[in-house]
């Protein structure tokens, strides 16, 4: 890999996700088991409420969640996904969505989903998600 560690090239990897990168969400954050995605939301990004539209909460939450899953360079990809909406969000507001491994197993893992308001502090939904790990890697072990 030459001069290139493999947790950057994993980093570079995540980061031609071509749907986050259409809504302008920042992978800020991967290390084994961890990540962390923001996302400014726009207007066009809200319900008929004019509140923070269910599938943009859902999108920034499912990015955390593929990042933390496939930080190990393994592929992995989604079993299960369980959402709770807690409170609204509308244009303007920082989202950040933070995904923490609870449990890696040899193919399953379980990860928990924060996803708030960087300027209030707010709980803005929270998720449990699934991933199942085939027996590939996306970058190799070394």
């Known amino acids: 890999m030459g001069e290139k560690t493999r947790e950057q090239a994993i980093f570079d990897h995540i980061q031609k996700d071509a749907f986050a990168n259409y809504l302008g969400a920042k992978v800020e954050i991967i290390k084994p088991g961890h990540s962390r995605v923001s996302l400014i939301i726009?207007?066009?990004?809200?319900?008929?409420?004019?509140?923070?539209?269910?599938?943009?909460?859902?999108?920034?939450?499912?990015?955390?969640?593929?990042?933390?899953?496939?930080?190990?360079?393994?592929?992995?990809?989604?079993?299960?996904?369980?959402?709770?909406f807690l409170k609204p969000s509308y244009p303007g507001d920082h989202l950040i969505a933070e995904a923490e491994e609870e449990h890696s197993g040899r193919r399953t893992s379980l990860y928990n989903i924060k996803i708030y308001n960087k300027?209030?502090?707010?709980?803005?939904?929270k998720s449990q998600d699934q991933a199942y790990r085939k027996n590939e890697y996306f970058i190799p072990k070394e």
């Open 119 to 125: 300027d209030s502090g707010e709980l803005i939904a």
């Open 42 to 84: 726009k207007d066009y990004m809200t319900n008929f409420h004019g509140s923070t539209h269910g599938g943009i909460i859902f999108a920034i939450s499912d990015m955390a969640f593929a990042a933390a899953c496939n930080s190990h360079g393994k592929i992995a990809v989604a079993l299960n996904v369980s959402i709770c």
